[in-house]
């Protein structure tokens, strides 16, 4: 085993974390980066009232792109997308992608491989988590299954 998975957080850390009484988010998305070998990432939660997800978490965007993901409409990025259809969206190549699902600024993150999750709980939806890696990038079918499973425990700590 190699220094940088000796180091990596596992699941077990990742849930630890998110069940302490007030967790720190900036902290549990740092574990959810690493332990998937991204290097940036996004944590919006729903707000209720206006339907808007509204950033609680990210490492890695670009100071300049902060005011773009601050509040995202659902419908609209990755992030709004996984929102709406409530389910993962995710592009091998942010770079290269023309499909319309990310956003033009979203390429300034110089991510490849990205992938958006919602936070959903028993159909409810509480946000949306997402990653990227800085290389070209399929996630597979465990990896997504290990993201929705981390996005039903944040729910079940902010519910």
């Given at each position: 085993?190699d220094?940088?998975?000796?180091n990596?957080?596992?699941?077990?850390d990742?849930?630890?974390n998110?069940?302490?009484?007030?967790?720190?988010?900036?902290?549990?998305l740092h574990?959810?980066?690493s332990?998937?070998?991204?290097a940036?990432g996004?944590?919006?939660?729903l707000?209720q009232?206006?339907?808007l997800?509204?950033?609680?978490?990210?490492?890695g965007i670009?100071p300049f792109l902060?005011p773009?993901?601050e509040?995202?409409?659902?419908?609209?990025?990755?992030?709004g997308i996984?929102?709406?259809?409530?389910?993962?969206?995710?592009m091998?190549n942010l770079q290269?992608?023309?499909?319309g699902?990310?956003?033009?600024?979203?390429k300034?993150?110089?991510m490849?491989g990205s992938?958006a999750?919602?936070?959903?709980?028993?159909?409810?939806l509480?946000?949306?988590i997402g990653i990227?890696?800085?290389?070209?990038?399929?996630?597979?079918?465990?990896?997504?299954?290990?993201?929705?499973?981390?996005?039903?425990?944040i729910?079940?700590?902010?519910?």
């Amino acid at each position: 085993m190699d220094e940088n998975q000796k180091n990596k957080p596992g699941l077990a850390d990742i849930y630890a974390n998110i069940q302490e009484d007030s967790p720190d988010w900036d902290t549990v998305l740092h574990s959810v980066i690493s332990h998937f070998d991204c290097a940036t990432g996004t944590l919006h939660f729903l707000d209720q009232e206006t339907s808007l997800l509204k950033l609680r978490a990210q490492k890695g965007i670009p100071p300049f792109l902060i005011p773009k993901v601050e509040v995202i409409p659902i419908g609209k990025g990755m992030a709004g997308i996984a929102a709406e259809r409530r389910e993962a969206v995710e592009m091998c190549n942010l770079q290269t992608d023309d499909s319309g699902v990310a956003r033009p600024a979203a390429k300034e993150t110089k991510m490849e491989g990205s992938i958006a999750a919602p936070l959903l709980l028993n159909g409810t939806l509480y946000g949306t988590i997402g990653i990227a890696k800085p290389v070209p990038y399929d996630f597979t079918e465990a990896e997504k299954t290990k993201l929705l499973q981390i996005g039903e425990a944040i729910c079940r700590a902010i519910s």
